[in-house]
């Protein structure tokens, strides 16, 4: 039995899969939240659910290829952000069943988890995605603040065009300031930050762990405001409540 990615790949798939690897957090915590007998490897990135007990493969970038094997998944769950196209395909290669996510939007995120859960897994809906979706299936608010998101310093950098956290904005009823950058994760200078054109900040945890001692001290004319990174750009059941809880950020 095969099944298609998110991009357009055919990959053999056994249904209902019984062991799961997942390459990406924020799919570990969908994985977990479904079928969590399933899940028997993730990366030590992959903090949610804080309980996980599965074996730890090292990192997004560098997942230990031959720990993966060793578990004989049923599937490997990888991104195409988030994880090398090398690492899946020796993988691949190997054997190894891989299917790849690509999630740019709210919706693009809900199609893909659907088809991940239901198509490749053989699971079915699960009810927290079906929650999520009814979260975000009311129109944007109007007149929302023209929001920057940095992702790092020392460089600055912040989230630039095509992005699902850019979409999550949008989807917020914010303006997203950087929306037409050039590049999705651009580098940018502090003034292109902290200047006028530009209501209010948003500082995550993730992927530099920005803090009320390290971030906002930086900005002199914006407002900041910490937020959980993980509400804005994990796609999984954590979008259950990002709407509810991202919108009071933006107040």
């Not at 999520?132 to 912040?158: C, F, K, L, Y």
Request: with cysteine; proline share 9%; aromatic share 6%.
């Amino acid at each position: 039995m095969t099944g298609t990615d998110d991009l357009g790949t055919s990959v053999p798939v056994v249904r209902p899969a019984r062991r799961v690897v997942s390459l990406v957090p924020s799919l570990t915590e969908a994985l977990a939240a479904t079928r969590p007998d399933a899940l028997v490897g993730a990366t030590d990135w992959c903090t949610h659910p804080a309980n996980l007990e599965v074996t730890r493969l090292r990192g997004t970038k560098n997942p230990d290829r031959a720990a993966i094997e060793a578990l004989r998944p049923d599937l490997v769950v990888a991104n195409q952000e988030e994880n090398r196209e090398l690492d899946v395909r020796r993988l691949r290669e190997a054997g190894v069943p891989v299917w790849v996510t690509d999630v740019r939007t709210v919706d693009q995120a809900f199609a893909s988890m659907r088809r991940l859960l239901d198509e490749a897994l053989g699971w079915g809906v699960p009810a927290w995605l079906e929650q999520a979706e009814q979260a975000w299936s009311a129109p944007p608010p109007p007149n929302g603040p023209r929001v920057v998101v940095p992702i790092w310093r020392d460089p600055w950098m912040a989230v630039g065009s095509d992005t699902f956290t850019g979409d999550v904005l949008r989807r917020l009823g914010a303006t997203h300031v950087l929306a037409d950058a050039e590049g999705r994760y651009p580098h940018v200078e502090l003034d292109d930050l902290d200047r006028d054109g530009v209501d209010l900040v948003l500082l995550p945890d993730e992927p530099y762990v920005f803090t009320a001692d390290d971030g906002p001290e930086a900005f002199t004319h914006v407002p900041t405001r910490l937020v959980s990174g993980r509400l804005l750009t994990w796609y999984g059941p954590s979008l259950v409540h990002a709407r509810d809880e991202l919108a009071a950020a933006l107040r």
